[in-house]
């Protein structure tokens, strides 16, 4: 599985977009890029994931690079229940069982 | 649905002693998991199980055993536990779908709420 990169942490201001950075500069061409979020230690939620199109859904969206080599989930207006640890996981679609969680990004919502 | 639940929540153990901690689904999924995650890290896959009566082991499974009689139960014990198993415990589902003629699919992941468990 290739290894993502994310920033420890960032600050967004209540209201504005959070866009949050990944980067998977070893992404092979089946694998996809999922991103999951975890609220004050709860279980991890599921966001949104894609192949090599933006992708858009009720929570969020994921835009990826042409070169599929990193991405960026956009929380379009954040709030203060956004504030979450975020993590970026590439994994192909089939065939495999696993996720592989790294430490992702803490994003703070600032009122 | 109640999704993905956990028992117990919270369970504080002495060096030595055993416990099973209880993940049921009612999704009917057939994929089922679980990790742990210690302060400031990311979830690390203990076992997992492909459906009733099979288990595989993960990256961390040392001290852990698991089992999966029915589908919609996965348990994961501690025999003896130890202060290093001090976590949290997540348990995760997802379903599995093999389009005809195709390679196996596993959905997004379902997570439980997490049982804190305390070794001292």
């Known amino acids: 599985d290739a290894k993502t990169t994310q920033p420890p942490s960032m600050d967004c201001a209540e209201g504005r977009a959070a866009n949050l950075p990944c980067n998977h500069s070893?992404?092979?061409?089946?694998?996809?890029v999922y991103w999951y979020r975890q609220i004050h230690s709860q279980g991890p939620q599921y966001i949104i994931h894609g192949l090599k199109n933006n992708e858009t859904n009720e929570m969020a969206s994921l835009i990826i690079t042409e070169d599929r080599k990193s991405s960026t989930l956009i929380l379009p207006h954040a709030t203060l229940r956004d504030t979450a640890v975020y993590y970026c996981i590439v994994r192909p679609l089939r065939g495999t069982y696993k996720y592989i969680f790294g430490t992702g990004t803490r994003l703070k919502v600032l009122a | 649905n109640a999704g993905v639940t956990q028992t117990p929540k919270f369970r504080v153990l002495k060096t030595g002693q055993s416990m099973t901690l209880l993940c049921a689904q009612d999704m009917n999924h057939e994929y089922m998991y679980w990790y742990r995650q210690d302060p400031g890290m990311g979830l690390r896959l203990i076992h997992y199980s492909v459906g009733e009566g099979t288990t595989a082991k993960g990256e961390v499974p040392d001290g852990y055993n698991v089992s999966r009689l029915k589908k919609q139960n996965f348990l994961l014990g501690l025999e003896s536990a130890a202060p290093s198993q001090t976590s949290v415990y997540f348990c995760?589902?997802?379903?599995?779908?093999?389009?005809?003629?195709?390679?196996?699919?596993?959905?997004?992941?379902?997570f439980g709420p997490g049982t804190r468990l305390t070794v001292l």
């Open positions: 070893t992404i092979s061409g089946n694998e996809y």
């Open positions: 995760a589902s997802t379903l599995l779908t093999r389009p005809s003629g195709g390679v196996f699919s596993t959905d997004t992941q379902y």
